[in-house]
């Protein structure tokens, strides 16, 4: 990157303008370039948590300025997460306050279009909500249709075009968490409602503290595919040597001749996939006969993709729309570059990412979203499977914002600690997000069950 980082006193991170971040998370692998040796040494260094005592005193002054009643020393203290979770001083933001505020303006605050659907009826609202939903993501280039006469200019204008549907969405949501519409009284409470651990640098016992294993957490093993791909390479040279030797007739010394060119065909289909489809073709092989011979498989990818919707929506970040499966995806995309996962509005960051000026809040709810996979399954099975994908585009945010060793720690830190916590505080939830999901319900439909299963919490524990 030719710009440097900048750590101002308003917490604005600056990037290089025009870098493109992105915010599709999902269990299959990466559409990243792949990292260099030093990357991935740098990224085992960074979410292996190697901790020194000093990286949690070292920032303890700044979350003594924010909250007067607590010194240095409590703050390095590594304590239990409930201890802090509830603690008024170290709460952000004042969410009885906004909510006033919200109800007094909000006239003022949104479009007589969006006004107009939230009239309509909660219920109404949320099915427009779908609708606008959809739309952006056919609106988007990387997931909707191209057409053979499209250019710069025609896709760039579809983009945003998706932009605005998406904006249209979140401001149709917020207007319902603004006040009561109609008849039914019902109304959006829990998007961007979710209590959140304080924000600074904590020690890597306070995540030991809280039962949190980063090595099991933060290491996918993907067991599954792997597994899957040394039986189906160990099938796939036996079926080869066998064709071989068959085709080579009484001519037996021609048939290891055979059998090479055949292996050197598919040497060369597979690097074409990796190279042109990011491995697409044999991610849906995978992924296919994963879903077919593994239940557990299943179960995990459901919790996983449940995990990033509600930690998104409690967070502030709308869902957008998802799949299960590699082959949903291409069935939905047409693509095979596309892979299975959940897909965010991310309008918001990436404006921030034009702008070359990226939030601290943006940042920590990039990262949450991220972790929020990896956490779901580890809260349920004790490590995760899935995710490698997740933590490589986390990794590239935190190389594009040029963070140190220490500043990638602090964040990956109060991440794991601030998304474990909503997992763990809403493991129901999330087991019933995950069955819904793989019954295909619709983005509205999910939203629907998370504000009514936390209609009636107090805020503290939503």
Known sequence: MSMGLVVAPSALLVVAPGSKVSTKWKRGATRLPSPSANDRKRRLRTFHLCASSSSSSSSSSSSSSSSPSRNNDEASKPSPLGTSLHGSDDITSNIE?????????VTETFSRDVLDVCSKGYDFALLEIDKKLDLAIKLDPATGELLPDDNEQTIGTRQQKGLEEEKFAIDV???LASSSRGAENKRIRAFARGQQVPKRSYALAELKLNDIDPSKLLAPTEN?????KKKLGFVIGVLVIMGAIVTSGEDVGAA???????????????AYDAVALNAGAQNLVLDFIANLTSEEYKTRLRRHE??????????????KGYTLSSLDAFKRFGRLNVQAGTLFCDGQFQNEVKRGKITSTSVGRFACVALAGV???YAKYGNSEGGAADIAQLDQLFNALQFSQKKSDDEVRWATLNTMAIVRRHGGLVDE?????????S????????????????EKDI
């Open 306 to 319: 449940a995990g990033h919707f509600l930690v998104a929506y409690l967070t502030g970040v709308l869902p």
């Open 224 to 228: 599954t595919i792997t597994d899957i």
């Open 256 to 270: 290891p001749f055979q059998a090479i060119k055949t292996f050197v065909f598919l040497s060369f289909l597979l």
């Open 433 to 441: 997000l995950a069955r819904m999901m793989g019954t295909g319900e």
């Open 375 to 377: 956490c779901a399954e």
């Open 173 to 175: 949501l917020e207007c």
């Open 443 to 458: 983005t509205a439909k999910l939203i629907s069950i998370i504000e009514a299963r936390l209609a009636n919490a107090d």
């Open 97 to 105: 306050t906004s909510e006033t505020e919200n109800a007094t303006n």
